[in-house]
Every structure is written in structure tokens, then in C-alpha cells.
């Protein structure tokens, strides 16, 4: 199992966090399997690594420059960007296969508490823990690098130029900070054509370029793109814009989805062809209509580096092009869990277009539109035009 050395680890967190006066100590946080028949090998690899992490920084804390370096642990939440659970259990021993000896390994606290005193975390999580760990930085003014679904297969993309990394999302967000609407063209297998417009008005674009200077802000790590939420509509009397039909590949099928306002509110087969896949995606919009929201535009570029999907969602989503359904608050944007009919049911679910993930669909072109008629493309043929 490839792993970052102590001192790569040490400067990782060095780079990630340039420290600010106060900054005294940072937290781990694992989520552990509520019932162990949910468990998996990657999971139970991840909190091996996350406790390995734990002991070489706690012994090595001074080097770091902090005081003290402590590892939270709490009950699985079931769903990617769910609210996390009240409390969390610190560390005293190793972490324990089921949330149910937690109590028996650590002390409780409350995630208020934990929150106020430390200022700094890694979540290397099963389930996504962005989306709440983004709203509570805002509130506790801490930094916090979002580490779902991590694996050693990661290691590499902890080692690239994220100067380069930097330069690169700084340009995009330049570019889409202006435009007010994106329009992008697919093509089906080299033979049907697919459009959808997003409305970008209102709305600005978030850099997750991989590194924290700034208090109150937690991202991704490792990372690499410039995103956006779509408008919504929510201000009185200016619907959402964004309309068309996208298309995405779900194993071998390509669904396409019907875009009305920013809300996927239907879904079909290409060329007509029924398949459970479909069904179940049918389901799932009317089950949950929260799930259609456009909920992010992003625009990841990892892949120019040489990295290869891992099919963990971590990684794969800042390797190129990809849009969200689901949950958008936790980036700005309207929708959040109090639309979803459970926690459980909170999703936020990313589609990425490159051709390791979706090989059926292409871009064939991607144009953002600005005041006064003005077009530029930044990707045509998969590959983005402005580096």
C-alpha cells in the first residue's frame, strides 16, 4: 500500500493549511459503520490509514506547528452531504470497527464544542462530510479538507503542483464569474447531438484549488477545479433560465434527462430504449424532486495532469468537466436537506463527463455567454482552450 511519508505528510499539512496566529490544533474525522454488514475493505483500509495519519502527527505535532492533533470519530450518517450527528467520540485508543463501541474507546463531545476549539480538520470519510463541514466553517470560522472515499490510489494527487493547480481554477473562475449563462453541446455516440443552457446569473464562481488560506472555508482535498451552482430561481419573478435535455451514461445506458428550470423533471431512454436503469432513475425523481436539481456546474482539471479516474467520486470529479444533481446549499446555492424526504435521502450527485466515466458522451463544445452578446468556448472536443 502506497503512503505519504511523515515528512510528506507533515508538509502536506503545511501546504493545505498555511497557518494563522491562533491556530493551535486540528482534528481528524472518521465516520465508523453504524452496522458492521455496511462495512467494506476500502472503508475499513481508509480508517487504518486516518489512525496511521492520527499517530504520526500527534507525535510529531510541534513540527506541524500546532499544539495538538486529535481523532474524532462518529456514527455513519448513510448518504453522501447529510447532516453530520450531534456528537462525536475523541479518540483514545484505536478506532473500533462499529459505531457501537464508540463510547467504550473515547470520550463524547458535542460537534458545537469540537467545532469552537479546533481550527483545523481532515475529514477522511466514508460519506461525503463537505457539504455540512462547508456550512459549519462559515458559522465557526475553521478550515476543514474534505476527504470522502480517500484510498491509497490517491496518494499521487497529494503530489502534483497545486501552484499550477491554483493558476489554472484561478483563470476559470475569472471566466465564469462574468458569464451569464453556460451552454454546452454533447453528442451520444459520435451521432446525436444534445444541448443544455444553465443560467448563470446571480451567481459566482468557487475555487477548490486543493489548499486553505483562508478562514471559514472547507473543500476538497485532493482537489482541483472551479465550480458554480446554477440559478434556481428563487428571486420573485426571475425563473431559472436553465433548460434542455442532458445527457448522462449510468453504466452501459445514456439517460436522458429533461431540464425545465434548473429541475431534471423527467427522464428517458436513448432512442426510446427501456431499461431498469431508467426506471430507477424515474423513481428517483419522483421519489425525491430535490434529486433533479441542477446543483452544481464543475470544472475539474486534474485529468491535464496525468491522473486517471479511481472510481472514488474524491478524485474522479476534478479530472474534467461534470454537473450535479441534488443538494446545493452547502455551495451558495437553494436546495438542502430540509427538501429531501429524510437524511438519507440527501444526495448530491456528480456526473462527470470524460471519457473514462462516460465513454458514449462527449463534449463537443462549451461556451460561456456575457453582457453584450459576447460568447467565448473554453472546451471544444473534450479538451479545454484556455491553458
Known amino acids: ?67 495538538e492533533i486529535s481523532l474524532f470519530c462518529y456514527p455513519d450518517v448513510g448518504s453522501n452531504n447529510a447532516d453530520l450527528p450531534a456528537e462525536a467520540f475523541c479518540m483514545n485508543c484505536c478506532i473500533p470497527d ?12 458535542s460537534f458545537d464544542t469540537i467545532f469552537t476549539q479546533y481550527q483545523l480538520f481532515l475529514a477522511p470519510t466514508q460519506y461525503s462530510a463537505t457539504a455540512p463541514l462547508k456550512n459549519a466553517a462559515r458559522k ?47 453528442v451520444v455516440d459520435n451521432e446525436t447531438d444534445y444541448q443544455v443552457l444553465f443560467d448563470l446569473r446571480h451567481r459566482e464562481g468557487h475555487l477548490s484549488p486543493g489548499r486553505f488560506p483562508d478562514k471559514g472555508v472547507a473543500g476538497n482535498l485532493p482537489s482541483g477545479e472551479t465550480y458554480i451552482v446554477p440559478y434556481e430561481g428563487e428571486r420573485e ?14 453504466g452501459e445506458e445514456v439517460i436522458l434527462f429533461t431540464i425545465e428550470e434548473n429541475v ?3 427522464a428517458a431512454g436513448y432512442k426510446g430504449k427501456s431499461s431498469q436503469t431508467l426506471n430507477d432513475e424515474i423513481d428517483h425523481l419522483k421519489r425525491e424532486p430535490a434529486y433533479g436539481n441542477m446543483a452544481e456546474l464543475g470544472f ?45 435521502a440527501v444526495i448530491h450527485l456528480d456526473q462527470i463527463y470524460i471519457h473514462a466515466t462516460q465513454p458514449r458522451v462527449s463534449i463537443k463544445s462549451l461556451a460561456f455567454g456575457y453582457p453584450g452578446d459576447k460568447t467565448e468556448e473554453i472546451i471544444k472536443n473534450n479538451e479545454y482552450l484556455i491553458f
Open 300 to 344: 475539474g482539471i486534474l485529468g491535464d495532469f496525468g491522473l486517471e479516474p479511481i472510481n472514488e467520486i474524491l478524485l474522479d470529479e476534478k479530472l474534467g468537466f461534470h454537473v450535479a444533481f441534488g443538494r446545493s446549499d452547502h455551495f451558495g446555492g437553494q436546495v438542502g436537506p430540509g427538501d429531501f424526504s429524510s437524511p438519507q
Open 140 to 186: 465557526y470560522n475553521f478550515r476543514a479538507a474534505t476527504m470522502p472515499g480517500f484510498s491509497p490510489l490517491m496518494i499521487p494527487a497529494l503530489r502534483i503542483d497545486y501552484n499550477e493547480v491554483f493558476r489554472r481554477v484561478q483563470l476559470i473562475k475569472e471566466k465564469v464569474d462574468p458569464a451569464e449563462w453556460a451552454k454546452v453541446d454533447l
Open 1 to 67: 500500500m502506497e503512503k505519504l511519508s511523515a515528512a510528506e505528510l507533515i508538509n502536506l499539512i503545511a501546504s493545505v493549511f498555511p497557518l494563522f496566529e491562533g491556530d493551535r490544533k486540528l482534528g481528524i474525522l472518521v465516520d465508523v459503520p453504524r452496522d458492521a454488514k455496511d462495512d467494506n475493505e476500502h472503508w475499513a483500509l481508509r480508517r487504518e490509514i486516518a489512525d496511521g495519519w492520527f499517530q504520526v502527527l500527534k507525535d510529531r505535532a510541534a513540527d506541524t506547528g500546532l499544539e
Open 98 to 109: 462499529t459505531a457501537a463501541e464508540l463510547k467504550s474507546c473515547g470520550a463524547k463531545l
Open 264 to 266: 431534471a423533471i423527467n
Open 237 to 250: 419573478g426571475q425563473p431559472s433560465l436553465t433548460n434542455g435535455i442532458l445527457p448522462v451514461q449510468i
